[in-house]
């Protein structure tokens, strides 16, 4: 059975995963316009006429760019919480009414996707992770986090592959550019998880015994790919853990296609 995960873009400028049975193709946000998620599907063998649903995690723009243009124009339904609907209703434009899905955070299928949305703390009106399984197998994406609490490690204990939030480094962060008050928000308990933070719970999941985590949802003006790589690395090897060597470790790209990751 295939089952996979292609990080189409991942970052604050934008985000867009697409999942895969072989049989059923979601995507997981579509941040970015609609022209570049065909385009970035094209270059991987997709299409995006393929896609059986839009699954939103929240209604910041960065996830949420691309999806309603994607929906009119090819006929494909929206998944999201009402309250990510209604606060996110200029961003999506007008979505006919039997494309909306309205979800709550009990799991649901598409087709032979088992979808389980979880809370996660982020300063949007009704944000959600989700853990998508296809048979024994699961990954999940956990962006978006302000920190990473016990009941969102439990729910990915069981998982493969998970896609974790590294955002930014926070000396980086400390003295750039950004206002004070975007600052503080960012590395409030509602903002993003910063490359130590990532670490952190890179390690929590390794112990519990997931396999793979690719980090994402990087910034460009606060962090960079070398940077959150290493200070993940240099945690699990303080620990005992070699990425490469019982546990993968690896990057979704900001502005490209990463590459497709087969769960097996």
Do not use: W
């Not at 059975?1 to 400028?13: D, R, Y």
């Not at 009119?72 to 200029?90: C, D, L, N, W, Y």
Request: include cysteine; charged fraction near 25%.
């Amino acid at each position: 059975m295939t089952f996979s995960l292609t990080p189409l873009f991942s970052g604050s400028s934008g985000n867009a995963i697409l999942i895969s049975s072989g049989l059923t193709r979601i995507l997981i946000d579509a941040g970015v316009s609609g022209k570049r998620i065909e385009e970035a599907l094209r270059s991987v063998d997709e299409d995006i006429r393929d896609i059986k649903g839009i699954l939103l995690t929240h209604e910041h723009t960065d996830h949420i760019a691309g999806a309603g243009i994607l929906s009119r124009k090819h006929s494909i339904p929206v998944f999201a919480t009402a309250e990510t609907f209604a606060a996110g209703g200029e961003k999506l434009g007008s979505i006919q009414s039997r494309h909306m899905r309205i979800i709550s955070k009990t799991g649901f299928y598409i087709d032979d996707l088992l979808i389980e949305p979880f809370d996660i703390p982020h300063d949007a009106v009704d944000p959600v992770g989700f853990c998508v399984s296809c048979g024994v197998r699961k990954i999940a994406v956990a962006t978006d986090l302000g920190y990473f609490p016990k009941a969102i490690e439990h729910k990915l204990h069981a998982c493969d592959l998970v896609v974790l939030e590294a955002n930014h480094d926070t000396k980086l962060l400390n003295t750039g550019r950004y206002p004070y008050a975007l600052k503080e928000r960012i590395k409030s308990r509602r903002g993003h998880l910063s490359n130590d933070d990532a670490a952190d719970a890179t390690l929590r999941l390794a112990c519990a015994g997931v396999t793979s985590v690719l980090l994402g949802h990087l910034s460009r003006e606060n962090n960079s790919e070398q940077l959150a790589f290493r200070t993940v690395t240099d945690k699990l090897l303080s620990k005992g853990i070699t990425p490469g060597h019982g546990f993968n470790l690896g990057l979704a790209f900001r502005d490209r296609v990463t590459g497709v990751f087969d769960i097996k």
